[in-house]
């Protein structure tokens, strides 16, 4: 039996191993994984068998893993909670003296808020007006620091790193720089578990790019959740975790069959429908997680990422420039960069009819729609990968 993308396969039944652990804690789950492990030596000559005990190896794990996290959090003794605590206690003093440089700078108000809060992710800041404008105009994914905000400083570190030496033999001293600008920038945000995501992502990308090799993306998402889950197994409960990564596999499902069918219809104006097109995609894979988590939905949202996200990308941009040379031109500039930005999400605010509130999903139609989702992804990424988008009229059969 051949299986394409294992890793990417074997990550819900670690996922479902959580949860299993979570209800059924049990020291037993540990030996049975390293007994399933071992037998994969025995039999990985036979039929099926590898596979099968892999299934049961990763879904053994993921129930052990859960149930020393639930007794170290019962008797208080959890490393992991002890060292992310000092670790976002120093990053909060960073973050401090960072605001006070720029403050110095001239940023003051709201603007520094906001500044902060797209660069650092310190959000405290931020008055009540302004993050629920964000929350509902359905952009708050901006806030919350994610894959686009270390995407937006990794094109900066890959220009200053990688560009420069190319595929030169020189190439592999710019790797620890590289990979400590990353880590330490996730560090000093505090280590969100989507910024975390982003980091390891981002990570194996560079190293695949100084290999000269492909590195298939859904591999570094599996590799990105098996991390952080093994780390900390109750960030599966966490709503940042849960949106993050699921916007992610869709788009990283759906962004190629979607580009491709806007090149078959001949559409114009190809970046601006591409950055529509990725916030259709993780739009609609947030639907149902925020339908249930926050009971509200805002339509539009997909049309007003695509303006905020090079304007968020400026702020950003030049939160590091005015870091670096605090200059009062550089304030001047990024303050209207920000009131630019707060402008467009307080006009669209206004906009009747673009939210939903009072949504109210029961779990197991959140489950049954991500499993519709799931099949017909899986149907459209067939179909892309066979190439059956060249073949019929429209891309469809």
């Not at 992991?80 to 000092?86: G, R």
């Not at 960072?98 to 906001?114: F, Q, S, Y």
């Not at 605090?326 to 673009?354: F, K, N």
């Not at 992804?377 to 892309?384: G, I, N």
Request: proline content about 4%; hydrophobic content about 55%; charged content about 10%.
């Amino acid at each position: 039996m051949r299986i394409s993308l294992p890793l990417v396969w074997l990550v819900p039944f670690f996922i479902f191993g959580l949860l299993i652990g979570r209800q059924l804690p049990s020291v037993v789950y540990l030996w049975l994984a390293a007994v399933a492990l071992l037998a994969q030596g025995f039999v990985w000559r036979r039929r099926h068998w590898p596979e099968v005990l892999a299934v049961a190896f990763w879904l053994l794990l993921g129930a052990a893993r859960m149930t020393y996290a639930v007794q170290e959090v019962g008797t208080g003794r959890s490393t992991t909670d002890k060292a992310l605590s000092a670790m976002r206690t120093h990053a909060h003093r960073a973050q401090a003296q960072l605001m006070l440089r720029m403050e110095r700078a001239g940023l003051d108000g709201e603007t520094l808020a906001l500044t902060s809060a797209l660069l650092l992710g310190r959000r405290s800041q931020l008055s009540y007006e302004t993050r629920h404008a964000f929350f509902e105009t359905g952009t708050g994914h901006l806030l919350a620091l994610s894959g686009l905000h270390l995407g937006i400083v990794y094109g900066v570190l890959h220009l200053l790193f990688l560009s420069f030496v190319g595929h030169t033999r020189w190439r592999w001293h710019a790797l620890p720089p590289l990979l400590l600008c990353i880590w330490g920038y996730t560090m000093l945000a505090g280590a969100p578990n989507s910024l975390v995501r982003a980091a390891i992502m981002c990570s194996m990308l560079a190293v695949g790019t100084l290999l000269e090799r492909h590195v298939v993306s859904l591999h570094s998402l599996a590799v990105a959740a098996l991390v952080v889950l093994m780390v900390s197994p109750r960030a599966l409960y966490d709503v940042g975790f849960q949106l993050s990564f699921v916007c992610v596999f869709f788009i990283l499902m759906l962004y190629m069959p979607i580009h491709e069918i806007f090149c078959l219809w001949k559409v114009r104006g190809g970046r601006l429908l591409s950055m529509l097109g990725v916030a259709l995609v993780a739009q609609l894979g947030a639907m149902p997680l925020i339908a249930y988590h926050f009971h509200t939905f805002a339509l539009l949202a997909p049309l007003l990422s695509p303006v905020l996200i090079p304007l968020t990308a400026l702020v950003i941009y030049g939160g590091l420039l005015l870091l670096l040379l605090p200059w009062h031109v550089l304030a001047v500039t990024l303050t209207c960069v920000v009131r630019a930005e707060l402008w467009i999400v307080g006009q669209w605010l206004r906009v009747p009819g673009a939210t939903l509130h009072d949504i109210y999903v029961p779990t197991w139609a959140v489950v049954l729609t991500y499993v519709l989702l799931l099949c017909a992804t899986l149907r459209l990424h067939v179909k892309f990968r066979a190439g059956d988008f060249r073949n019929t009229p429209g891309g469809f059969e």
